[in-house]
C-alpha cells in the first residue's frame, strides 16, 4: 500500500472549522471531516464542544452514530454520554444534545 492510498488526520494536530451543520454557525462547536461526503452528507467527522455548548435540535434522515472520544454529553432526554459510549440514533430521531465541560466526539452519518 502507498501513503497515496491512505489518508491520516489527527484529532489533536489538525485544524477544527466553524460548525454550521444544523443551521447558523455555533461558535462553541467546531468540526473536522474525516471522510465525510459533503453532496451526500454521509461520512465521518470530528465535533469538538466547548464546555456548556447546545446544540440545535434536528431531524436525523439517516443514522447517526457516534463515539465519545473526551469529556461528557447530555441528549435531550437526560442521558449522560461518556469517554467510551456509543450511541447509535435510528433516521427519523429528532433530539438536541449539551455538554457541561466540553467533548469531542467522532460522529458517523449513513443513509437510511
Same mark, same amino acid.
Given at each position: 500500500?502507498?501513503?497515496?492510498?491512505?489518508?491520516?488526520?489527527?484529532?489533536?494536530?489538525?485544524?477544527?472549522?466553524?460548525? +454550521?451543520?444544523? =443551521?447558523?454557525?455555533?461558535?462553541? /462547536?467546531?468540526?473536522?471531516? &474525516?471522510?465525510?461526503?459533503?453532496? #451526500?452528507? !454521509? %461520512?465521518?467527522?470530528?465535533?469538538?464542544?466547548?464546555?456548556?455548548?447546545?446544540?440545535?435540535?434536528? +431531524?436525523?434522515? =439517516?443514522?447517526?452514530?457516534?463515539? /465519545?472520544?473526551?469529556?461528557? &454529553?447530555v441528549?435531550?432526554?437526560? #442521558?449522560? !454520554? %461518556?469517554?467510551?459510549?456509543?450511541?447509535?440514533?435510528?433516521?427519523?430521531?429528532?433530539?438536541n444534545?449539551?455538554?457541561?465541560g466540553?467533548?469531542?466526539?467522532?460522529?458517523?452519518?449513513?443513509?437510511?
Amino acid at each position: 500500500m502507498s501513503g497515496e492510498q491512505r489518508k491520516q488526520i489527527n484529532l489533536h494536530a489538525d485544524k477544527f472549522g466553524e460548525y +454550521d451543520m444544523e =443551521g447558523p454557525v455555533q461558535d462553541d /462547536i467546531s468540526w473536522l471531516s &474525516l471522510s465525510l461526503d459533503e453532496k #451526500t452528507g !454521509f %461520512g465521518c467527522y470530528a465535533m469538538r464542544m466547548e464546555p456548556g455548548a447546545v446544540t440545535v435540535a434536528h +431531524d436525523h434522515l =439517516g443514522w447517526e452514530e457516534f463515539l /465519545i472520544v473526551e469529556g461528557d &454529553l447530555v441528549d435531550s432526554d437526560g #442521558t449522560v !454520554f %461518556g469517554p467510551g459510549d456509543f450511541v447509535s440514533y435510528e433516521p427519523g430521531t429528532h433530539h438536541n444534545s449539551h455538554t457541561e465541560g466540553g467533548c469531542l466526539i467522532a460522529v458517523f452519518e449513513r443513509p437510511a
